[in-house]
Antibody, heavy 121, light 108 residues
Framework: EVQLVESGGGLVQPGRSLRLSCAAS????????MHWVRQAPGKGLEWVSAISWDSGHVDHADSVKGRFTISRDNAKNSLYLQMNSLRAEDTAFYFC??????????????WGQGTLVTVSS | EIVLTQFPGTLSLSPGERATLSCRAS???????LAWYQQKPGQAPRLLIYGASSRATGIPDRFSGSGSGTDFTLTISRLEPEDFAVYYC?????????FGQGTTLAIK
């Protein structure tokens, strides 16, 4: 069974940094692209960042470009999101999601339960 | 960036009825790269349909997807109580996968 477990969320002041992690199990992690998708409370879904199976292809939404960095450690079956210069509008549930193939330009076939990031002073 | 518009915003139906949800893209989606997700309160989204019409693993056959180009439809043939939720479409033909704003399927 595929499991994706996010951690690292919490309350952070504007301008500060936070690092999210996602622990993956139940599938061959090395073969799949991975993503972060966020959802502000009561709002819709927004794709944030994507990374290919080998970290050779990385992409970020314009809203986070230059502030967020996605990375992965295939030896640890883990995905990360380094979030710098956080803003109030970054407040959201952050979901880790798995792609069906190694390239990131696809849909998300499994999701974690999410971790809440609240940016507030 | 491709913009997806879902309609209606809210659909109120009764169990046993047929639901038709629509998703329109601002430009044609290559190879029908459109997915549908279901999200219940407090839960993560769940993949229902990919490639416009292929059901994901474990999804009941009362869920079906259709469409091509810019117009796509999710149909639930006979609503079960557990189907009342928010539904999102997503395009993944470009590297920036974008979502529609969602349709709430509410119990009438």
């Amino acid at each position: 069974e595929v499991q994706l477990v996010e951690s690292g969320g919490g309350l952070v002041q504007p301008g500060r940094s936070l690092r999210l992690s996602c622990a993956a199990s139940g599938f061959n992690y090395n073969d799949h692209a991975m993503h972060w998708v966020r959802q502000a409370p009561g709002k819709g879904l927004e794709w944030v960042s994507a990374i290919s199976w080998d970290s050779g292809h990385v992409d970020h939404a314009d809203s986070v470009k230059g502030r967020f960095t996605i990375s992965r450690d295939n030896a640890k079956n883990s995905l990360y999101l380094q979030m710098n210069s956080l803003r109030a509008e970054d407040t959201a549930f952050y979901f880790c999601a798995k792609g069906p193939y190694g390239h990131p330009s696809y849909y998300f076939d499994n999701w974690g339960q999410g971790t809440l990031v609240t940016v507030s002073s | 960036e491709i913009v997806l518009t879902q309609f209606p915003g809210t659909l109120s139906l009764s169990p046993g009825e047929r639901a038709t949800l629509s998703c329109r893209a601002s430009q044609s989606l290559s190879s029908g790269y459109l997915a549908w997700y279901q999200q219940k309160p407090g839960q993560a989204p769940r993949l229902l349909i990919y490639g416009a019409s292929s059901r994901a693993t474990g999804i009941p056959d009362r869920f079906s997807g259709s469409g091509s180009g810019t117009d796509f439809t999710l149909t639930i043939s006979r609503l079960e109580p557990e189907d009342f939720a928010v539904y999102y479409c997503q395009q993944y033909g470009s590297s920036l996968g974008t979502f529609g704003q969602g349709t709430t399927l509410a119990i009438k």
